[in-house]
């Protein structure tokens, strides 16, 4: 599977919202790192973080585009409330072994009525 189709197929898991799914695209020991936050390391906890995530808020990732470079596929999404955001994901051997993410946390923070870090 080329980068591109498995960032397509990680969208689809995403608005799911099945940690056990999404997980799976992972390799044990993938960093996810968005940036408003700090590195997540290992499947297990990229699991447990979207676990976590998806108990939490009902989000829904709409693509805009996806670029494919190589090992890497680059997400530009937007969601249905107008935040917008993208993300860097590096495959090898078919799974993802690192994940950078950019977007707005105090606006998503708001827009699910989630608290605020003081």
């Known amino acids: ?9 990680w969208v689809k898991a995403f608005n799911e919202g099945d940690a056990n799914k999404i997980s799976s695209f992972y390799a044990d020991n993938a960093i996810n790192h968005q940036v408003a936050n700090e590195p997540v390391e290992g499947k297990a906890a990229i699991h447990a973080m979207f676990s976590e995530e998806f108990a939490n808020a009902e989000m829904v990732c709409i693509t805009e ?15 249905p409330i107008g935040l917008r ?11 993802i072994v690192f994940q950078r993410g950019y977007w707005d946390k105090l606006s998503f923070l708001k827009a699910h009525d989630l608290p605020i870090p003081q």
């Open 85 to 95: 955001g993208c993300g860097f994901f590096q495959i090898e051997n078919g799974l």
């Open 65 to 79: 585009n996806i670029f494919q470079d190589g090992d890497w596929a680059i997400l530009e999404w937007k969601d």
């Open 1 to 9: 599977m080329q980068p591109k189709e498995l960032v397509e197929s």
